[in-house]
């Protein structure tokens, strides 16, 4: 597992407080128990937290899977270096 | 002009489809222009007036997304103008008539094709590429199986379709699919929606007598009668798509097999809830979490279980969109109520979620969301919320709860129903259906025996729908 993958794990446990939950990078969001828009709408707030990226709304509906995620966080923190 | 109207079927659909074989030997531009031209024609040929209207919109619109595309430090602001004026035009014609009294006419399917464009504005202003070329756009916008009563389209997913440039012709394989989900789409309406129609119209003209038995017939009818007219002309509309060869999303997905409200939300008018969620939940809870978090608030399921992180982080985004919801459809107060009162379901539904309510059994569950959407489908069909309130209390039993002669309905029509249920409980979607989703047993297939049944189907559909019968979402 990468270590960002290991930090988004790690969100997703906090947000649902169920820590037997193990993403894998391309199950989608939402096979996880009870996940739902509101959940992921989260989820990408604790993100931009954690990893000090910025989303646009329109940016969520793409998000369909942790692969989803950690290719717009790479992307936004190449913008970012640049 | 509607998709079962004998014109439409005898006509317009046969030059429509021949003049697209004709023009796509010119190549992808003159396909495009006489999609254009056609799709222009099927709009005049049921709201000519409303042409201009239309024509504003659209070039309005377009010239929008370019100015967006050019100006990259006020993109946000510039289709923040642009949102604004699009609800400001469907505002005035939609809200005109019972506020100002003005008698503007409704155009044509102005709530499908203003939300279409509001999602391309929003997409280009968050995006980094050029704005789409002008006549993809008209296309994209205009296109007449969508342009009257969706499904919504999304710029993302189905504009490339629009903007290719290669594969502009008719083949067989796309002919023969899309024949298949229009004729089932014609039998949906013709056969299982239209025969509800005249039984449902005369329980709500009677909608202070009705008696238990009689108001529990009439709500259950017109659910039916609204799933299978809407789905059907869903249907109609994707096999028209793929007929041209565009791929048109999905509205419907068993919506009475959901399992609760949220689930029903995600099968029910599928484009519209994803526009709504895309453009207005996710945006305001992005904000209200965003807020939250400025202030060391916890965004967490534990904080939601507060009282003030629920009414902020649920009450709040869900109300809006569920009263949007309601009002989109018209200037109504039994549709605010409807937005309302699923808007209520919802969070009553989150709740029970997060303070981790038992799991009901699949049966229970299913009655009990289907129970929840029958109040709702009642308040949408009623035209005052006095009319519903009396079909609702005569389900009740406060109308009485025994048979009258007056309300009795035929044996006939009670097995009607029940096999409308083992339909819409047994059968695959029309999609699962055409395209041979796997574990489906019944599918269809290219051979002489499905396209003898498609033939027997299109005739029946032809005879059964006979040129009349209205869609119920032309009025939006």
């Given at each position: 597992?990468?270590?960002?993958?290991?930090?988004?794990?790690?969100?997703?446990?906090?947000?649902?407080?169920?820590?037997?939950?193990?993403?894998?990078?391309?199950?989608?969001?939402?096979?996880l128990p009870l996940w739902d828009s509101m959940y992921l709408v989260a989820l990408v707030v604790e993100v931009e937290d954690h990893f000090g990226v910025m989303f646009e709304p329109e940016e969520i509906e793409g998000i369909v899977t942790p692969a989803d995620l950690l290719r717009l966080i790479a992307n936004k923190r190449v913008l970012v270096r640049n | 002009m509607a998709f079962n109207s004998f014109s439409f079927l005898l006509w317009f659909l046969p030059l429509a489809l021949a003049g697209y074989a004709a023009a796509s030997r010119g190549g992808a531009r003159w396909a495009k222009l006489w999609l254009i031209v056609m799709s222009l024609l099927f709009y005049a040929c049921g709201a000519w007036r409303s042409i201009p209207v239309l024509l504003l919109s659209v070039?309005?619109?377009?010239?929008?997304?370019?100015?967006?595309?050019?100006?990259?430090?006020?993109?946000?602001?510039?289709?923040?103008?642009?949102?604004?004026?699009?609800?400001?035009?469907?505002?005035?014609?939609?809200?005109?008539?019972?506020?100002?009294?003005?008698?503007?006419?409704?155009?044509?399917?102005?709530?499908?094709?203003?939300?279409?464009?509001?999602?391309?504005?929003?997409?280009?202003?968050?995006?980094?590429?050029?704005?789409?070329?002008?006549?993809?756009?008209?296309?994209?916008?205009?296109?007449?199986?969508?342009?009257?009563?969706?499904?919504?389209?999304?710029?993302?997913?189905?504009?490339?379709?629009?903007?290719?440039?290669?594969?502009?012709?008719?083949?067989?394989?796309?002919?023969?699919?899309?024949?298949?989900?229009?004729?089932?789409?014609?039998?949906?309406?013709?056969?299982?929606?239209?025969?509800?129609?005249?039984?449902?119209?005369?329980?709500?003209?009677?909608?202070?007598?009705?008696?238990?038995?009689?108001?529990?017939?009439?709500?259950?009818?017109?659910?039916?009668?609204?799933?299978?007219?809407?789905?059907?002309?869903?249907?109609?509309?994707?096999?028209?798509?793929?007929?041209?060869?565009?791929?048109?999303?999905?509205?419907?997905?068993?919506?009475?097999?959901?399992?609760?409200?949220?689930?029903?939300?995600?099968?029910?008018?599928?484009?519209?809830?994803?526009?709504?969620?895309?453009?207005?939940?996710?945006?305001?809870?992005?904000?209200?979490?965003?807020?939250?978090?400025?202030?060391?608030?916890?965004?967490?399921?534990?904080?939601?279980?507060?009282?003030?992180?629920?009414?902020?982080?649920?009450?709040?985004?869900?109300?809006?969109?569920?009263?949007?919801?309601?009002?989109?459809?018209?200037?109504?107060?039994?549709?605010?109520?409807?937005?309302?009162?699923?808007?209520?379901?919802?969070?009553?539904?989150?709740?029970?979620?997060?303070?981790?309510?038992?799991?009901?059994?699949?049966?229970?569950?299913?009655?009990?969301?289907?129970?929840?959407?029958?109040?709702?489908?009642?308040?949408?069909?009623?035209?005052?919320?006095?009319?519903?309130?009396?079909?609702?209390?005569?389900?009740?039993?406060?109308?009485?709860?025994?048979?009258?002669?007056?309300?009795?309905?035929?044996?006939?029509?009670?097995?009607?129903?029940?096999?409308?249920?083992?339909?819409?409980?047994?059968?695959?979607?029309?999609?699962?259906?055409?395209?041979?989703?796997?574990?489906?047993?019944?599918?269809?297939?290219?051979?002489?025996?499905?396209?003898?049944?498609?033939?027997?189907?299109?005739?029946?559909?032809?005879?059964?729908?006979?040129?009349?019968?209205?869609?119920?979402?032309?009025?939006?």
């Amino acid at each position: 597992m990468t270590t960002q993958l290991a930090d988004l794990t790690h969100l997703v446990r906090d947000l649902l407080r169920n820590h037997d939950i193990d993403l894998e990078e391309t199950a989608p969001f939402d096979d996880l128990p009870l996940w739902d828009s509101m959940y992921l709408v989260a989820l990408v707030v604790e993100v931009e937290d954690h990893f000090g990226v910025m989303f646009e709304p329109e940016e969520i509906e793409g998000i369909v899977t942790p692969a989803d995620l950690l290719r717009l966080i790479a992307n936004k923190r190449v913008l970012v270096r640049n | 002009m509607a998709f079962n109207s004998f014109s439409f079927l005898l006509w317009f659909l046969p030059l429509a489809l021949a003049g697209y074989a004709a023009a796509s030997r010119g190549g992808a531009r003159w396909a495009k222009l006489w999609l254009i031209v056609m799709s222009l024609l099927f709009y005049a040929c049921g709201a000519w007036r409303s042409i201009p209207v239309l024509l504003l919109s659209v070039a309005g619109n377009v010239v929008l997304l370019h100015v967006i595309a050019a100006g990259h430090r006020y993109r946000a602001w510039l289709a923040a103008t642009g949102v604004v004026a699009n609800l400001a035009l469907l505002g005035w014609f939609k809200y005109a008539v019972p506020v100002l009294g003005v008698d503007t006419g409704l155009p044509l399917g102005i709530s499908f094709f203003t939300f279409v464009q509001i999602g391309s504005l929003l997409s280009q202003a968050f995006s980094d590429e050029p704005a789409p070329r002008t006549w993809d756009q008209v296309l994209f916008v205009l296109f007449f199986p969508t342009i009257t009563s969706g499904p919504i389209l999304n710029s993302r997913e189905t504009m490339p379709q629009f903007a290719r440039s290669d594969s502009w012709r008719l083949t067989a394989t796309d002919l023969s699919v899309g024949s298949g989900f229009f004729i089932i789409g014609l039998l949906k309406k013709g056969l299982l929606a239209d025969p509800l129609g005249p039984l449902v119209a005369d329980g709500f003209a009677n909608a202070d007598s009705l008696t238990l038995p009689a108001a529990w017939w009439t709500a259950v009818a017109w659910s039916l009668q609204l799933y299978f007219d809407f789905s059907g002309y869903t249907d109609m509309a994707i096999g028209l798509g793929w007929m041209f060869g565009f791929r048109l999303p999905d509205n419907f997905d068993q919506p009475y097999k959901a399992r609760c409200v949220i689930d029903y939300w995600q099968r029910w008018h599928m484009s519209l809830t994803r526009f709504l969620m895309n453009n207005v939940h996710a945006p305001l809870t992005l904000t209200v979490l965003r807020w939250r978090r400025r202030r060391d608030l916890a965004i967490d399921d534990k904080a939601r279980r507060t009282a003030s992180g629920f009414v902020t982080m649920m009450v709040g985004p869900i109300l809006v969109t569920m009263l949007l919801i309601g009002v989109w459809h018209g200037p109504r107060w039994t549709y605010v109520l409807f937005g309302l009162l699923h808007a209520m379901f919802l969070l009553v539904n989150h709740a029970w979620r997060l303070w981790r309510g038992p799991v009901l059994p699949t049966g229970v569950a299913v009655a009990l969301t289907y129970g929840a959407v029958l109040v709702g489908a009642v308040l949408f069909r009623a035209s005052t919320p006095t009319e519903a309130a009396a079909v609702l209390a005569g389900m009740t039993g406060a109308h009485g709860i025994g048979y009258s002669p007056a309300d009795v309905r035929p044996l006939l029509n009670a097995l009607w129903v029940a096999a409308l249920f083992v339909v819409i409980w047994f059968a695959p979607t029309t999609r699962q259906f055409m395209l041979r989703a796997p574990g489906i047993r019944l599918s269809w297939a290219p051979t002489p025996r499905w396209a003898a049944a498609f033939g027997c189907g299109v005739t029946l559909g032809i005879l059964a729908a006979g040129g009349t019968g209205e869609f119920v979402y032309f009025r939006f």
